[in-house]
């Protein structure tokens, strides 16, 4: 291939892969390989020069603002930052620094997603995500749920600037991301690579609520337009942001030689394992503000600011086997056995592979060499396989034809995207036909897309409702914490009470007390275990309609769903009444309740099958409750404002505005800046102004501070 071809074909990959990390959330290869393709295309460039082009990805910030939302102009650009990865790209580019530059500033890389927020006099007005770096989506509506970001300034002990533009990073916590992956698994939706994606994705949901609820955080690590800030230095600005209530990362340090830089890069590598938050790195910032502005951009990058990047933790071992496990739905999952290997603070048997697609696309046989790599994410990856050093005698892998387990047959499916693409061509072919011949021009080419193979394969599945295999898995997830929390009713306890044939059923485990002596006849069993079994089973019957829908594992319905639903339809009875298509549109006050089409087919289906209809019989028969207690609500504060949109004015005395703010978003409502014909109340307190005599003028109603509290309270 010509070297020009090479170039044509990395961009071409590099844009698909942008493309799906920007703009879908769902990238399809490591960081690490990506930036080996853009190193490649880098280097082909230099030797070159002809051939490089300003749309070239290596020429501009990658990203583009996102449908769906406002697309806003940064009133100054935001760029990326250049990567290092050793002590001597860090020397090099100081090197290249000014002799006056004698103070770093070198604070985490939190790996998030970076924002732009706007302060006008005080008050947020507009949160921006990057997008291509000179246009982003206006997401002020889901930043506003981020208890980090205050709505308006501390303004206390400084007043506010008249322009306040601070860049920070938005960020997913490993507690919130950890739960966040157990809701999807247990929904039998593919889990969040790691807290970036997790962020980016949440940032583009349109429905705020959904944002509120997953508890993002906000921290502050850069500046934007500013007008009426005094600070001269990176130092002295975190320090006056703070001042106003803005977040700071407090593992700032400052330094006055690259040396020293290293020094506290070697110290954090240690201390970034305990944070609560993702840190793949740390940003060396030149401090003084002047000096930075001297050093000026590149097409990407400040010249005054790099990253240094942790290697992430790999390990090389030897692939034994592939384990096809079966899960609760009967989807069967690819799992590397390993040879055991020490990898970032533990050893390592297993590795995920996903599903066959990823298996075929990494060419995995078994007795591979394999290097595994435990970077943010939790369960260690299988990253590449080492091909040289493949034995003869390794087999390439191969899919099950048939259930591992049961023996029943298999369904395939495909990645949706490129079902979609090979579906919708010839549409989209008559479409530019149509189009060229309005305009009178010659149609463009759209190329006929591959016809779907192994590589395409996104999950497999048991067909068999019967499958043993997939009874344990749903057994052990309906007796598991959180849902039915059955105390003592374990994996090892369920297979034994499989074998013992003394439980066929979900109705079974409930019946369980009348054959006391066949389950006291199980080894390891006793009379203490066993009464605590039966009280804990017992005890479970009363966990109420969101539980109990929740824990028999329909796919798509986790306990969010399940919580939605039995809030909204209150008993099972209503449930089975509701339409298919009722139950995808019902409304929470005027918002959308966040089930839409394809919650609401799995459990309609479910429900209105032969299967769904035995167990549901079978649960009413043994008297679990399938109601919702009354008094019983979500764990949000409620939904008493739903789709209303309040203004706050004047000065209240029970809540500072950021409180009283965060109050309206937590009962499903909207904090506006100004008041409108949409507006749906004033709360005016004290030396009210204008904002009242608009209210007035429009017919807003207005609120005092106590009927507010009757709103939200009702
Ligand atoms: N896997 C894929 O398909 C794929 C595709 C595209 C990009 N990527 C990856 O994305 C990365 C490029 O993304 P990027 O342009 O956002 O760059 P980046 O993540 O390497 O670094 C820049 C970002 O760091 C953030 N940041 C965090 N803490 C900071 C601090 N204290 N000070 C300043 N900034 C801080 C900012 O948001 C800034 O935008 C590369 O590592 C690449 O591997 C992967
Ligand atoms: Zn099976």
Redesign the pocket.
């Known amino acids: 291939m010509s070297a020009a071809d090479r170039i044509e074909k990395l961009r071409h990959e590099i844009r698909e892969?942008?493309r799906?990390?920007y703009v879908d959330a769902t990238?399809s290869?490591?960081?690490r390989e990506?930036?080996r393709l853009l190193d490649e295309l880098k280097s082909l460039e230099a030797e070159h020069p002809e051939l490089l082009t300003n749309d070239s990805p290596t020429q501009r910030?990658?990203g583009t603002p996102i449908d769906g939302f406002e697309t806003v102009a940064h009133a100054r650009p935001m760029y990326?930052?250049d990567?290092s990865y050793a002590a001597d790209e860090l020397h090099k580019w100081a090197d290249r620094l000014p002799p006056e530059v004698d103070r770093f500033l070198i604070?985490?890389?939190?790996d998030g997603?970076?924002i732009s927020l706007r302060y006008e006099e005080g008050h947020l007005v507009l949160a921006a995500t990057?997008g291509d770096g000179q246009q982003g989506d206006d997401v002020t509506q889901n930043a506003r749920t981020i208890r980090s970001i205050p709505l308006s300034l501390d303004v206390s002990s400084t007043p506010p600037p008249a322009v306040l533009e601070v860049r920070g990073?938005v960020y997913c916590p490993w507690q919130v991301f950890q739960k966040w992956n157990e809701e999807l698994e247990e929904e039998g939706q593919q889990q969040l690579a790691n807290p970036r994606n997790a962020t980016a994705g949440l940032l583009k949901r349109h429905d705020t609520t959904i944002v509120a609820k997953r508890r993002l955080e906000f921290c502050v690590?850069?500046r934007g337009e500013l007008d009426g800030v005094t600070a001269t230095s990176v130092t002295e600005f975190y320090e006056q942001v703070a001042e106003w209530g803005l977040p700071t990362?407090p593992y700032a340090r400052t330094a006055s030689s690259i040396d020293e830089v290293l020094e506290v890069i070697d110290a954090f590598d240690t201390t970034r394992h305990t944070l609560p938050y993702a840190v793949d790195g740390m940003?060396v910032k030149v401090d003084q503000f002047d000096l930075q502005d001297e050093l000026g951009f590149t097409s990407r990058f400040p010249r005054w600011c790099i990253?240094y990047k942790y290697a992430a933790e790999q390990a090389t071992t030897k692939l034994l086997e592939i384990q096809w496990q079966v899960g609760k739905t009967g989807k069967l999952t690819p799992r590397a056995k390993l040879e055991p290997v020490f990898v970032a603070g533990t050893t390592v048997q297993h590795a995920t592979l996903h599903n066959m697609g990823e298996v075929l696309g990494k060419d995995v046989h078994i007795g591979d060499t394999v290097i595994l790599e435990k970077a943010g994410e939790i369960i260690p990856q299988v990253v590449e396989v080492v091909k040289s050093e493949r034995p003869k005698t390794a087999e390439p892998a191969v899919a099950p034809e048939c259930c591992p387990e049961c023996g029943g047959s298999i369904s395939i499916e495909y990645d949706k995207r490129r079902v979609h693409d090979i579906e919708s061509w010839e549409a989209r072919v008559e479409r530019e036909r149509k189009r060229a011949e309005k305009n009178s021009e010659e149609p463009a080419d759209i190329p006929k897309p591959d016809p779907l193979s192994g590589l395409d394969e996104s999950a497999r599945y048991c067909m068999n409702p019967e499958c043993p295999a997939q009874f344990r898995e749903r057994l052990a997830h309906f007796a598991g914490r959180g849902q039915m929390d059955i105390d003592g009713m374990g994996i090892k306890v369920i297979e034994q009470l499989m074998e013992a044939d003394l439980v066929k059923t979900i109705g079974d485990v409930f019946r369980l007390h009348e054959r006391r002596d066949d389950v006291l006849a199980l080894e390891r069993m006793g009379t203490r275990k066993a009464e605590n079994l039966f009280a804990a089973i017992d005890a479970s019957k009363q966990r109420g309609l969101a539980r109990t829908l929740a824990s028999l594992g329909i796919r798509h319905v986790g306990s969010t769903a399940s919580r939605i639903l039995a809030e909204h339809y209150r008993t099972i009875d209503g449930l089975l009444e509701a339409s298919e298509e009722e139950i995808a549109t019902f409304k929470i006050g005027e918002n959308e309740s966040g089930i839409g089409p394809e919650i609401a087919r799995s459990i309609h289906t479910f429900l209105h099958s032969s299967t769904g209809a035995a167990v549901i019989a079978e649960l009413r028969e043994v008297g679990v409750s399938l109601e919702m207690p009354e008094a019983e609500t979500s764990g949000s504060a409620g939904t008493s404002l739903a789709g209303k949109s309040l203004v706050v004015t004047g000065t209240l005395t029970k809540y500072s505005r950021k409180e009283i703010e965060e109050l309206i978003v937590q009962h499903g409502g909207k904090a506006s800046s100004s008041v409108s014909k949409s507006t749906s109340y004033l709360v005016a307190g004290e030396n009210a102004g204008s904002k009242l005599d608009k209210a007035n003028s429009l017919g807003v109603p207005v609120l005092s501070e106590a009927d507010f509290e009757k709103l939200i309270t009702e």
């Open positions: 892969h942008d799906r990390y990238p290869i490591s960081d990506y930036d910030v990658a990326s930052i990567n604070d985490p890389k939190i997603v970076a990057r990073e690590h850069g990362n940003v990253a």
